[in-house]
């Protein structure tokens, strides 16, 4: 099946700094990819919305000075995490979709548990 | 309209019992019905799909209701075992131009299996 990987599967950072957070499809191409965020005991809550090549599309809410995402080729999207405060601290999961899997089945990395001291 | 209601919030089910959970939707332009399986710290797995052309559709202990008519869909788990203790979601996507198939989510239920 495909499968999505995500790096790091943890880190902790102190308030102020960056992080970035890397997803990529390994067994696929994917044209589009989500990023999703998600509180104990909740829903994923989606962040925003990558097409290979385009702007990240975000939605409602979110900063898209502070979650920078960058989605440059078809196997890899990244979150950046700037100036992250304690409020940032979630899990952060991304998904993908595209060429070679049914077009609307999205697969799930594992998760990026962020935590900001 | 592009809520999916999710329910119970929570499950308690004896190990060999039948695990059943229920979704609604409002938009009926919506084209796919997956079930996602979520352990603790991990990410979610798909566990089983449906598309409205179908009434049913089984894989292993894992079935998925769909009833077109009543914009809704449940998943039953049939023979639950300890190792289906989890967390799932329901979600539902199509139907909106250029939406990227975005995924509308259940709130989820947390499903316990009591050996």
């Known amino acids: 099946g495909a499968v999505v990987s995500q790096h790091p599967s943890w880190v902790i950072c102190k308030s102020g700094t960056s992080v970035k957070i890397e997803c990529r499809s390994l067994?696929?191409?994917?044209?589009?990819m989500f990023w999703y965020r998600q509180f104990p005991k909740q829903s994923l809550m989606l962040m925003a919305t990558s097409n290979e090549g385009s702007k990240a599309t975000y939605e409602q809410g979110v900063e898209k000075d502070k979650f920078l995402i960058n989605h440059a080729s078809l196997t890899l999207s990244t979150l950046t995490v700037t100036s992250a405060h304690p409020e940032d601290s979630s899990f952060y999961i991304c998904?993908?979709?595209?060429?070679?899997?049914?077009?609307?089945?999205?697969?799930f990395g594992p998760g990026t548990r962020l935590t900001v001291l | 309209q592009q809520q999916v209601k999710q329910s119970p919030q929570s499950l308690i089910v004896q190990k060999g019992g039948i695990s059943i959970i229920n979704c609604a939707y409002e938009?009926?332009?919506?084209?796919?019905f997956p079930w996602y399986q979520q352990f603790p710290g991990k990410g979610p797995a798909l566990l089983i799909a449906?598309?409205?052309d179908v009434s049913e559709k089984k894989e292993g202990r894992f079935t998925i209701s769909f009833n077109k008519s009543a914009k809704q869909f449940s998943l039953h788990i049939m023979d639950s075992q300890p190792g289906d203790s989890a967390t799932y979601f329901c979600?539902?996507?199509?139907?909106?131009?250029?939406?990227?198939?975005?995924?509308?989510w259940g709130a989820g239920t947390k499903l316990i299996i009591k050996p």
């Open positions: 067994d696929f191409q994917a044209t589009t």
């Open positions: 449906i598309r409205p």
């Open positions: 998904s993908a979709r595209g060429g070679g899997v049914p077009y609307n089945e999205q697969f």
């Open positions: 938009n009926t332009a919506f084209d796919y």
């Open positions: 979600a539902a996507s199509g139907g909106e131009k250029d939406s990227n198939y975005q995924l509308i």
